[in-house]
């Protein structure tokens, strides 16, 4: 048995595997692996990930397991459970969290490599069985050295798996918490399990399970979350949030609400694990070959603790009764919420009160609640933002989030609260939240403190932290951020950045950056970084996490020095197109870092540092796009007169290339040589006018991914790359990210 970093080679590799956590290792379990039902498998891959510290004698584990579509990622779908003081504390548990069998966040499943036939299972994949998962796992922490468990938690799906945890292995587990769940799956359950894959089952791309990975059946699978959803919820809780309320003309809003769930699953998941899993649910019955079923449930001898929702519709809350009072000892803790089955992922606070009591341990304080109606919903399911930067797009920002909050919270439970902004001579902060319309009025009127930066941000930031969901967005250009970036993560609070200088630190400082959001279970989203709004980071992840070999990474990376060459091939003075570059926010705050090429470098290196690189800014070799004399430091009138006397040499060259049949651009390149080595290069270039860089007008951004799978034809990402309004939309699509509970259900 062996593991290695990273995520699950083969596992993932086919077509659209889901995401895979960069922090999930992967633990290798050799073949064959016998399965309940019959058949083996040629060895199990399992993606996993922990917290926390082994006690050197092995007993300090806690066992979390996830629900249906869940992933490894405890702590982005659990995240108040985690930490100092709460029920899973890392300083005192080693708290082991792994995909389970059958699914696809690196762990063998459908999506898998068949050896047999160098493609992936697909519907082919084997049945499996809840205690098959259970064996998984139970190989897992024994390659990891633990000796006992402390506790096994788990909702729904979860659930299952700790009930098994309890049976299999009684001289292991010490204890259980058993959330939302059932001890065998009800007709009503499998009813509407298969009602959702004949939904897959009713697509034409489905194909008996043989469908094509680069088209997946999306459209059943869709169907499929649309039906779930409407039994993850409640029916009260459903008509006052929708009622008969249109949408658009001819669409409700519940459809829309139900599309755009059924959409965010289908862009993470796989139609045949969705199969596998749900059909592995329907065989759950504790008493399945050991007899009685009530007899099988008072054999249970650990302390449990069963979690109830009163609200719940899949799992009734009669169900867990019944467990709680078979099992001897169990404790029975009701969670009164509207919210259904899902209150065991929304209202985590009143949960993981649940459990550190179980567990003995003092609950965390919480922040005092505002009396304001509301308040409830927004402790349990808002984020509290303080943006950093009131230029372009800090205001752009602003100002979404004012005109589409209450769609924001109606159609997609995203509720934002922005708390604070900040500029570079003061900061106002305020709990209930700014009124939008009257930011700019508050920020004037507040007493001069200065820009935030590593020496005033404690004090801000603890604020910050007092409040529910608190996240750091920054949409400055400033230097020294990262260190505000690791107090903010020591505080618990996420953060959102467009800031590319913390992630051109020396590499050191950079995965000791890294290393410190990883330890608090912090989010750290920079994807508006490269390329505003476009997909550039997130694609180049996804090639890399699917098992691409990335070759080339090459493009215009700046959206600025592109609209400086389209004016000057229609003829207009480098100066003139400078100056209106800055007048219509195209530029840097210091335009000398476009011009100079720094600013196309720091993006060049973040790409390499995502394929792996460890190089420096200075490793990347930068050829200015203007002669750097002409970058004296100085104000921005300064830098128009010394471009002014480049004018006629800039617009000669342009003239010449013309002539040539050729365009000037300025290109980012990162190669992937022998060994793995990564060189980055950014310049200026002479481009052929049937280059797909020719045809780039204005802001456009371009960038093609040469890899393995996209040799011939490379993968292309293109669009606006600068701009307030698409790297505000950027920052709203990463704060979706946070809070989609991304792997929970």
Request: aromatic share 6%; glycine share 10%.
């Amino acid at each position: 048995m062996t593991h290695r970093n990273g995520s699950a080679g083969a596992t993932a590799a086919a077509g659209r595997a889901a995401f895979v956590s960069p922090e999930t290792r992967s633990f290798q379990i050799p073949g064959p692996f016998p399965l309940e039902l019959g058949g083996a498998l040629p060895g199990v891959t399992v993606g996993y990930r922990t917290w926390g510290t082994l006690d050197a004698d092995g007993g300090n584990a806690v066992v979390v397991c996830h629900a249906l579509t869940g992933s490894a990622d405890a702590d982005l779908w659990w995240t108040q459970m985690f930490g100092p003081g709460r029920a899973l504390d890392p300083g005192r548990d080693f708290i082991v969290c792994s995909n389970i069998l059958g699914s696809c966040y690196g762990t063998t499943g459908p999506t898998s490599i068949d050896p047999a036939t160098g493609a992936p299972w697909h519907g082919a994949f084997p049945a499996i069985t809840i205690r098959d998962m259970v064996r998984v796992q139970r190989a897992l922490i024994d390659g990891l050295g633990v000796r006992r468990v402390r506790m096994a938690v788990g909702g729904s799906l979860g659930g299952m798996q700790v009930l098994e945890w309890a049976l299999l292995y009684p001289e292991l587990v010490e204890s259980v918490v058993f959330v939302a769940s059932t001890a065998r799956h009800s007709a009503w359950c499998i009813g509407l399990s298969e009602a959702q894959r004949q939904a897959i089952y009713a697509d034409p791309r489905w194909k008996d399970g043989r469908y094509d990975a680069d088209h997946p059946p999306v459209a059943g699978l869709g169907a499929a979350r649309m039906m779930a959803m409407l039994s993850y919820r409640s029916q009260p809780s459903f008509e006052e949030r929708f009622g008969r309320r249109p949408q658009t003309e001819d669409l409700f809003a519940v459809e829309s609400y139900l599309r755009y769930q059924g959409k965010q699953l289908v862009d993470r998941f796989d139609p045949a694990t969705y199969v596998t899993l749900t059909r592995a649910m329907d065989t759950h019955d504790v008493s399945r070959g050991r007899g009685d079923f009530e007899e099988v449930l008072r054999g249970v001898r650990q302390p449990t603790l069963v979690v109830s929702i009163d609200s719940d519709v899949l799992y009734w809350p009669w169900e867990q009764r019944e467990v709680a009072m078979l099992v001897p000892g169990a404790r029975l803790a009701v969670m009164d919420s509207p919210h259904g089955h899902d209150a065991f992922l929304i209202d985590v606070d009143r949960l993981n009160e649940m459990v550190a009591d179980f567990r003995g341990r003092p609950v965390a304080a919480a922040a005092a609640a505002p009396a304001a109606p509301g308040e409830q919903a927004f402790a349990e399911r808002g984020l509290s933002l303080l943006v950093l930067g009131k230029g372009k797009v800090g205001r752009e920002l602003l100002e979404q989030i004012r005109v589409q909050r209450t769609e924001l919270e109606r159609d997609y439970d995203v509720l934002l609260r922005v708390v604070g902004v900040a500029d570079t001579r003061a900061t106002v902060l305020d709990p209930r939240g700014l009124d939008l319309a009257r930011w700019e009025e508050a920020l004037s009127a507040a007493p001069a403190t200065g820009p935030v930066d590593p020496h005033s941000a404690p004090a801000l930031l603890d604020r910050l932290a007092a409040l529910p969901r608190p996240v750091l967005v920054d949409l400055t250009a400033a230097d020294g951020m990262e260190d505000v970036y690791e107090q903010a993560f020591r505080r618990g609070i996420d953060v959102i950045a467009s800031n590319k200088r913390p992630l051109a630190v020396a590499p050191r400082r950079l995965e000791a950056l890294r290393a410190a959001r990883r330890q608090h279970h912090r989010h750290w989203h920079y994807d508006t970084a490269v390329g505003a709004s476009l997909p550039v980071i997130g694609t180049l992840r996804r090639l890399v996490r699917t098992g691409d070999r990335v070759q080339r990474v090459e493009g215009s990376l700046s959206g600025t020095l592109g609209y400086l060459c389209t004016e000057l091939a229609r003829g207009t003075p480098l100066s003139l197109a400078a100056r209106w570059a800055m007048g219509l926010g195209y530029c840097e705050a210091d335009p000398r870092d476009d011009l100079s090429g720094v600013d196309s470098a720091r993006k060049a290196l973040i790409l390499a540092r995502e394929l792996g690189a460890t190089l420096a800014l200075e490793d990347v070799e930068v050829e200015p796009f203007v002669p750097p004399a002409l970058l004296a430091p100085g104000t921005p009138d300064a830098l128009i007169a010394a471009l002014r006397g480049h004018d006629e040499a800039m617009a000669a060259q342009v003239e010449r290339l013309r002539r040539e049949g050729k365009v000037l651009r300025y290109v980012a390149r990162v190669a992937v040589g022998e060994g793995g080595r990564v060189e980055a290069r950014v310049g200026p270039e002479a481009v052929a006018l049937d280059h797909p860089l020719a045809r780039l007008v204005g802001v456009e951004a371009h960038v093609a991914f040469t890899t393995a799978r996209h040799a011939e034809r490379p993968l292309v990402v293109q669009g606006a790359g600068v701009g307030g309004a698409n790297t505000a939309g950027g920052v709203i699509a990463e704060i979706f990210r946070i809070t989609s509970g991304r792997g929970a259900r």
